[in-house]
């Protein structure tokens, strides 16, 4: 059974940083490219990120030079480090691979 858990979510002032995790169990992780979506209250759910298995990664717009995507394939865990965050990256975000496999999310809130 594959689980997706994310954690490392919470309360930041703008201009502050977060490190969001990915715990994957149930997949061979190492083989598997992970990706970050966020979804922010009203809006779609929107890409953020994606690393491959051997770390290459790619970044939306609206995240890149402030948010890096890295993995520990000894530890099955996929990080998203989050600096310079804005009021803009308020929403809950998940890690996702392939066929279909979500977590449950994680609260961001960038808020004085």
């Known amino acids: 059974q594959v689980q997706l858990v994310e954690s490392g979510g919470g309360l930041v002032q703008p201009g502050g940083s977060l490190r969001l995790s990915c715990a994957a169990s149930g997949i061979m992780f190492k083989t598997r490219t992970m990706d970050w979506y966020r979804q922010a209250p009203g809006k779609q759910r929107e890409w953020v990120g994606t690393?491959?298995?051997?770390?290459?990664?790619r970044y939306a717009d609206p995240v890149k030079g402030r948010f890096a995507i890295s993995r520990d394939n000894a530890k099955n865990t996929a990080y998203l480090q989050m600096d310079s965050l804005e009021p803009e990256d308020t929403a809950v975000y998940y890690c996702y691979t392939d066929s279909n496999y979500w977590g449950q999310g994680t609260q961001v809130t960038v808020s004085s």
């Open positions: 690393i491959t298995p051997t770390s290459s990664t």
